[in-house]
């Protein structure tokens, strides 16, 4: 068991190295640099870009440097000071920009993690062990509707309808009043208002997709031979469900975890800019169209850093949970 | 009822409802256990053998549902004398699920997919105790250990700690059998407990069943396709057709004088070494008819080589005595 979480503990260090590779060469693919839509910009606002400035600037940032040093420079910073470079856009360093946003994605992804599980597992169980009864085709009905609609024009809906009869701005994490305000009570009250439009926008079409999954590899589990072993031994009903085949029919989600993270993540992109959420979607949008790519990269760094920290801790979960696995 | 007789079905009609129409996969089977016997129950793929099983501990799966008859089983403990009828309760009636594990409990073919693949042996042997006698789990790891000794296991203790997928074939059914004696039940069903395992395995489980037998003075029901492991095994035999009892008799009867056509053409079909080789065997005509259109009459009339028109295709045929203990229904033999 220990041998195996360490072979995966070692397996995350080339892989982060080869995703660092790849996503600096591809922020570099497209021609011209951050410099250069600088100067487009300047220019479209009618003032001269001159040659100097440009220069300059470019050695300023590193640009004329080959790409390679670049990539050694940028990574050495992160790992010796945890220094993700200067975003060239917001004059800033890229660190300040991304922490909170990233801490705001995380909270909101894994709410809504937690309440589509909530959501999906036990109508996803009840839907198996109830097969084509009303609440099962109910159910089936409702999650491809949920599945269908596409989650930007359900958030917008919301904050149409919070605006039309409560006279609600839904948008953003806080009111008004709390933008600037200190932590207290009212605040985490006023936040919670706020927060619970992105999660369900967020769980709704994940919720419909689960029960669905859920339901399927119940339904799988249920005809195996197992439970009627279960059965003849004198099982309640409920307790034989639970203790066998939802246990072995939890396994998909369990590797799915590692898919969850980066996927609502980056899922929350559309629904972040229509909810004008402080997520790092709309900045990595934004830092994409600019080329600003010390900024770009390391969220895309930090994307895939999440994967792969979802694979691990998925592999982790797999091992406890079923034994065969353990035993590569 | 007889004190000798453990299980009574009487008329047991079992069907599966599916969108094609009924299925009777049970149609009136009447058979006796008898208390410390062993009944093998003969037949081929659908002729209900595995229902008749399943209804005996009211785990039919959906959409197969006891219809009518009755199933009594005996209790005779102690100063305890009492018959239950078992149709009467429902499926999770708690007096079901006391009788499911302790007084009747069940092997089946596949040890592999029979138990959890992600529980650990001792676990899923442990909870019969837990689940009947929720005031002995502390015994149970004990209990465990002993019983997996009892069934031939080797070194239990580290045994108890693996995972079905880490035991071979013949060690999982013997965990099998451990599980389904640990309370000692008047009844074991084994559900072709040997068909998926290799010729001397099937031999060591075989004689270790006997042997637990001797040892707990159960009843044994064996269904099996297999007559060579009922000449082994059976004490008494029932013989099934499409969803009836075609036969009853004592063991030796059923090889010495089968008196149904079916069983007759059935003990025709077995290869034997005596005969000259490169001499065909010897089939049954025709086929099973499809089980949602079954032929009135006699099951077998299609197939059957002493076919009587306007008899066979008409009536069904009662039970015939012929011996002691010897029935059969058809009617070749009714006066």
Known sequence: MWKFLLQRLLLFIPTFLVISVITFVLIQAPPGDYISSYATQLEASGEEASEALLIALRKRYGLDQPVYVQYVKWLWGIFTRLDFGHSMQWNRPVGDLIWDRLAWTVVISFLTIIFTWILAFPIGIYSATHQYSGFDYSFTFLGFVGAGIPDFLLALVLMWLGFAFFGLDMGGLFSEAFRDAPWSWAKFVDMLKHLWVPVVVLSVSSTAGLIRTMRANLLDELRKPYVITARAKGMTEWHLVLKYPVRVALNPFISGIAYVLPQLVSGTTIISIVLSLPTTGPVQIRSLMSQDMYLAGSIFLLLASLTILGTFISDILLAVVDPRIRLE | ?335
Do not use: W
């Not at chain 2, 053998?49 to 209790?75: F, N, W």
């Not at chain 2, 059957?304 to 009617?331: K, L, N, S």
């Open chain 2, 1 to 335: 009822m007889d004190p000798g007789i453990l299980i009574d079905i009487q008329h047991l009609h079992t069907n599966f409802y599916l969108r094609e129409g009924v299925v009777k996969a049970v149609n009136g089977a009447s058979l006796t256990i008898a208390k410390g016997r062993t009944l093998g129950v003969v037949g081929e793929s659908g002729c209900g053998k595995s229902v008749t099983a399943q209804s005996i501990l009211q785990i039919v799966p959906r959409p197969g549902r006891i219809e009518s008859g009755d199933i009594l089983l005996h209790i005779a403990e102690g100063d305890l004398d009492e018959t239950i009828n078992i149709t009467d309760l429902n499926p999770g009636d708690p007096l079901m699920r006391d009788i499911r594990g302790s007084r009747i409990s069940m092997i089946f073919q596949e040890p592999m997919t029979s138990f959890s693949p992600v529980h650990t042996v001792g676990n899923q042997l442990e909870e019969t105790i837990k689940l009947h006698q929720p005031e002995h789990r502390d015994e149970a790891p004990t209990r465990v250990l002993d019983m997996l000794r009892r069934v031939g296991i080797a070194n239990p203790e580290r045994n108890v700690e693996s995972y079905p997928h880490q035991l071979s074939g013949g060690m999982r059914q013997r965990a099998m059998i451990a599980m389904a004696l640990m309370l000692e039940p008047s009844l074991l069903i084994a559900d072709e407990p040997t068909t998926a395992l290799d010729v001397t395995t099937e031999a060591q489980i075989l004689a270790l069943m006997r042997d637990m037998q001797s040892e707990l003075h159960m009843a044994i029901m064996f269904i099996t396709h297999d007559l060579g492991v009922i000449a082994e095994m059976a004490d008494d035999v029932v013989v099934m057709y499409l969803g009836r009892v075609v036969e009853k008799a004592p063991v030796r009867a059923i090889f010495h004088s089968p008196k149904h056509p079916y069983l007759q053409a059935l003990l025709e079909s077995i290869p034997r070494i005596q005969k000259r080789t490169g001499a065909r065997l010897q089939a049954i005509e025709g086929i099973v008819p499809n089980p949602l259109d079954v032929p009135p009459g006699c099951p077998f009339h299609l197939r059957c080589p002493d076919f009587i028109p306007g008899v066979c295709d008409e009536v069904v045929p009662a039970d015939t005595t012929v011996d002691e203990g010897h029935t059969v229904a058809c009617h070749l033999y009714t006066d």
